[in-house]
């Protein structure tokens, strides 16, 4: 967590200068590093990863945030799939997803919605730029 800290330029003590820090709320998004190739939820509802954005991030803790050393699990699952027409680019994907983080006892500690786009086609070089 202070490795985290340092490199999202917190100055914050509670996440760099006590024996068990807390964790800063966005930390959460570090659980995608250990997700296990294919094991995604985007491969699950075949996104093309080439053509992906990211459209939001939010957090919710039912109480403080966990400290270091605390256990956590997640299950990911997604809450909503939409399309919508966008202005260049296609229709557009929408997948929403919500991760639920349990502390050792089982007890809802926090949950991370995101948000997911795929574009209708990928991305290309507008006229004039580099």
Known sequence: M?????????????Y???AEPVMPPTFLTTVSFWSPPGRSVFSKVKMDLRRLLHGGQEYTFHGPPPAAGTTLTVQTRVDDIYEKEGKRGGTMTFVVTVSEFRDEAGRLVAEARSTAIETGKPATQ?????
């Open 126 to 130: 507008e006229a004039g730029g580099s």
């Open 16 to 18: 760099l200068d006590v």
């Open 2 to 14: 202070r490795e985290f800290s340092h490199a999202t330029k917190s100055a914050n003590p509670d």
